[in-house]
Nanobody, 121 residues
């Protein structure tokens, strides 16, 4: 079992930056792939980024490539999403997720409760 808690969301001006954190409980964190997704009301959950358990592979959604960076610290049981050059269309609830398999679809086994990011134009 893995429990996930996101933090770091908030209101930011367009062009600004935020760093999201996702703290995990459970001893299996270091063996799980981690993903970030986002969702706005009325739309499907969108893939943002994913990272392999050992950080050797990372994937990004097309809309965030070159602006967002995913990283993790297995010693701290935490995964991060550094978001730069934010745009109003990045406004969404952001969720982290964990799964034994690195994936870009939302079929992750464990999910956090989400943190809201609002980008003001």
């Amino acid at each position: 079992q893995v429990q996930l808690v996101e933090s770091g969301g908030g209101l930011v001006q367009a062009g600004g930056s935020l760093r999201l954190s996702c703290a995990a409980s459970g001893r299996t964190f270091s063996t799980h792939a981690m993903g970030w997704f986002r969702q706005v009301p009325g739309k499907e959950r969108e893939f943002v980024a994913a990272i392999r358990w050992d950080s050797t592979s990372k994937y990004y959604g097309d809309s965030v490539k070159g602006r967002f960076t995913v990283s993790r610290d297995n010693a701290k049981n935490t995964v991060y999403l550094q978001m730069n050059s934010l745009k109003p269309e990045d406004t969404a609830a952001y969720y982290c997720a964990a799964d034994p398999t690195l994936r870009v679809d939302p079929g992750y086994a464990y999910w956090g409760q989400g943190t809201q990011v609002t980008v003001d134009s």
